[in-house]
């Protein structure tokens, strides 16, 4: 008797069911409705265009900008002041001498190599990052409204608490009249 019931359990193999089906049927409806739900939430963590583009070079046509004025521009979320300095404003810049300034930097270090009329410099003082007025001051250059500090027509500290001069992002001349913020110049 014992043989009999071990060769039936060994050969007796179960047929599914209606209720195997169900179960697979639920699981598989259930998968693609879940992956139907959850995708839009996944896409919705990803950074949209503008974000990726942020850190993307910035072109920025000159041709527009005239003669002693200062343009704002954003690039990775930051300030950025483009100064069209005049004859006058470049010469005062490299006349000064570079030993009195609290972070001595020549004039022609703060700018590209035959192009003195374009200063591209952050746009925030180097104190606490206050946004300083362009074109006022005692040099004419920048003053920061917050604590004081006075920057010249080449960005460079003059008083105030500021410690160093204004940072010079990377850029580069596409053309006479176009720069590329973001981008150094490949030579």
Not at 159 to 183: E, R, V, W
Request: aromatic share 8%.
């Amino acid at each position: 008797m014992l043989e009999s019931q071990v060769a039936e359990t060994t050969t007796h193999v179960a047929e599914p069911t209606r209720r195997d089906f169900l179960y697979i049927a639920t699981g598989a409806a259930a998968a693609v409705g879940g992956a139907t739900l959850v995708w839009p939430f996944i896409q919705s963590l990803a950074p949209d265009a503008a974000t990726v583009a942020a850190g993307a070079p910035v072109e920025v046509d000159l041709a527009p900008i005239a003669e002693g004025q200062i343009v704002k521009v954003f690039w990775r979320g930051k300030l950025i002041f483009i100064r069209h300095r005049t004859a006058d404003e470049i010469k005062s810049a490299q006349d000064v001498n570079v030993a009195s300034l609290r972070d001595p930097q020549p004039d022609a270090a703060r700018v590209k190599e035959g192009k003195p009329e374009w200063l591209v410099v952050y746009g925030n003082c180097t104190h606490l990052g206050c946004v300083p007025l362009g074109q006022q001051g005692e040099y004419n250059g920048w003053f920061c409204p917050c604590h004081g500090s006075v920057f010249d027509t080449s960005g460079r500290v003059r008083g105030g608490p500021a410690p160093i001069n204004l940072p010079i992002p990377p850029y580069s001349f596409a053309s006479d009249t176009k720069i590329i913020i973001g981008q150094e110049a490949t030579a």
